[in-house]
């Protein structure tokens, strides 16, 4: 299994409709960031995914690092 790559150190914030489901990349391969567009394939990294609660921005871990998922827990200012 290939480990994840950081496209950055920061969070994306993306907005969301609530009851929707998104794919967030958790390889971090995606031209599509932060979710997946199946550039994983081979790696042995799956997507996570996320169903929305709330239409509202959201902030999508961008370091792949996050320890609650898709979502940014500001594991990033570790790093």
């Known amino acids: 299994m290939a480990d994840p790559i950081a496209p950055q150190a920061f969070p994306y914030f ?17 031209a599509a960031q932060p979710f997946c567009d ?5 790696t042995g990294i799956t997507p996570v995914e996320y169903t929305a609660t709330a239409t509202k921005k959201m902030s999508f871990c961008g370091c792949k690092a996050s320890k609650s998922g898709a979502l940014c827990d500001g594991s990033h200012n570790s790093l």
């Open 14 to 30: 993306a907005a969301v409709e609530e009851g929707k489901k998104y794919q967030w990349c958790a390889c971090g391969r995606s």
């Open 38 to 42: 199946g550039s994983h394939a081979g």
